[in-house]
């Protein structure tokens, strides 16, 4: 079955430490995304690609970095630049050269805790 | 620019009709969207409608935009508790041909027996 896999499902970072979250689509998506939710605050965007080896900063990128050297993956890292990282993520992926291109393919999130 | 805004809560009892609203501020919007998340999980699409459009109804989903207004509404006929969940409506602007997603900050909808 086609789909988006992030991994892990909750992460635990000590302060100070880099992380990185995986996201994985085998959808043949050429767009793929990273938001941030937090409670009350919806969905902030923080990098977006629209095609392999190029990306985008988005609303709050400070703090994080992304690559994309595969069209199947986006990893996140967040960085310890990252002042309060304690949050739920969400990878998401589109094919932008379809009709109805936004629609988005959402995976089922990695919940980070700084402890 | 862009902002999305949507109430934070809405309870509903069983069997009675739910009505979540969305203001936006960007004009250039090409679609809007509604998202359901349920606890835990990533979002999923649940429906859509393009900027030119007024109503779109879907089983016992019916949204309405007012685009003169930036106003967005999405309608469940029949609210079961399985329709307890967070939704966002989201717009779509398409600068140079790509896509980016500005959501809203989520409505939660309790449906109480």
């Known amino acids: 079955d086609g789909g988006i896999t992030q991994s892990p499902k909750y992460l635990f970072r000590k302060e100070g430490q880099n992380v990185t979250l995986s996201c994985e689509q085998n959808l043949n998506h050429d767009a793929m995304y990273w938001y941030r939710q937090d409670p009350g605050q919806g969905l902030r965007l923080i990098y977006y690609?629209?095609?392999?080896?190029?990306?985008q900063k988005g609303d709050i990128a400070e703090g994080y970095s992304v690559s994309r050297e595969k069209k199947e993956s986006f990893p996140l890292t967040v960085t310890s630049a990252q002042k309060n990282p304690t949050a739920f993520y969400l990878c998401?992926?589109?094919?932008?050269?379809?009709?109805?291109?936004?629609?988005?393919?959402f995976g089922q999130g990695t919940r980070l805790t700084v402890v | 620019g862009e902002d999305v805004e949507q109430s934070l809560f809405l309870s509903v009892r069983e069997g009675d009709s739910s009505v979540i609203n969305c203001t936006y501020t960007?004009?250039?919007?090409?679609?809007l969207y509604w998202y359901k998340q349920e606890p835990g999980a990533g979002l999923q699409l649940l429906t859509y409608i393009f900027s030119n459009m007024d109503m779109k109804q879907d089983q016992r989903l019916t949204v309405l935009l007012n685009k003169k207004d930036k106003h967005l509404s999405l309608r469940i006929a029949d609210t079961q508790t399985g329709d307890s969940a967070i939704y966002f409506c989201a717009e779509s602007i398409r600068p140079g041909g790509g896509n980016k997603l500005t959501f809203g900050t989520g409505t939660q909808l309790k449906v109480e027996l």
């Open positions: 998401a992926s589109s094919r932008p050269d379809r009709v109805l291109d936004t629609e988005a393919f």
């Open positions: 960007d004009s250039s919007s090409t679609y």
């Open positions: 690609s629209q095609i392999v080896n190029d990306f």
